[in-house]
Every structure is written in C-alpha cells, then in structure tokens.
Nanobody, 123 residues
Framework: QVQLVEAGGGSVQAGGSLRLSCAASGRTFTNVAMGWFRQAPGKEREFVATISWSDGNTYADSVKGRFTISRDNAKNTVYLQMNSLKPEDTAVYYC?????????????????WGQGTQVTVSS
C-alpha cells in the first residue's frame, strides 16, 4: 500500500520559514514526478510546486522566489522549503506523486496523495 506522509507544518509569524517533508512508502518512486499543493479554507486545492524525476522544478507564481522544492530519491522523500512566509500562505499542504516522470501542475496527473499538514502564518 502506497503512503505519502507529510511532516513539518506548524504556526509561524509572517516572514518566517518552515520546511515540509513528504516520505513515501510502499513502493519506490522511480521515474515519478512529485508535487506540493495547498488548500485554504473555502478555496480550491491549488498547485504550489513540482519536481521532475531527473531535473526541473516549476512553481506557482505566488510562491516563486520564496519556496524551494527538492527531493532525495535515495530516501524516497520530497521537501518544500518555505521562506518569507505570508499570511496568505496559510493552508493545508498536500504532497502528491504523479503518474509521470515530468513535473506537472495539473491535479489530474497525480495518483497518490498524502493526508496534508497544516501551515498557519500569522501577521
């Protein structure tokens, strides 16, 4: 059974930083792109960042220059470093594994999802 488990969420003041991690188990994610999405109360789940299996990252415009996605394939783990956090970054953050090796921002391209971790940024 495939599991994605996020960790690292919490509460932080505006301007602060958090590092999220997502550990995958149940299979190896060779040739699989990974992504981070987020969902704020009353809003649709939205794309944050994606990383391809071999290289190439893509970010939502709202987080570009502040967030960095990375992966450790040996550990089956993907990370999201979040700096200069803003109150509008408050959301539940979800890790996801895609059906393809190339990074993608489309929710429909992701097969496996984690349960999410809460990030709260206060002003």
């Amino acid at each position: 059974q495939v599991q994605l488990v996020e960790a690292g969420g919490g509460s932080v003041q505006a301007g602060g930083s958090l590092r999220l991690s997502c550990a995958a188990s149940g299979r190896t994610f060779t040739n699989v792109a990974m992504g981070w999405f987020r969902q704020a109360p009353g809003k649709e789940r939205e794309f944050v960042a994606t990383i391809s299996w071999s290289d190439g990252n893509t970010y939502a415009d709202s987080v570009k220059g502040r967030f960095t996605i990375s992966r450790d394939n040996a550990k089956n783990t993907v990370y999201l470093q979040m700096n200069s956090l803003k109150p509008e970054d408050t959301a539940v953050y979800y890790c996801a594994a895609a059906n393809q090796a190339r990074g993608t921002s489309r929710r429909s391209d992701y097969r496996y999802w984690g349960q999410g971790t809460q990030v709260t940024v206060s002003s």
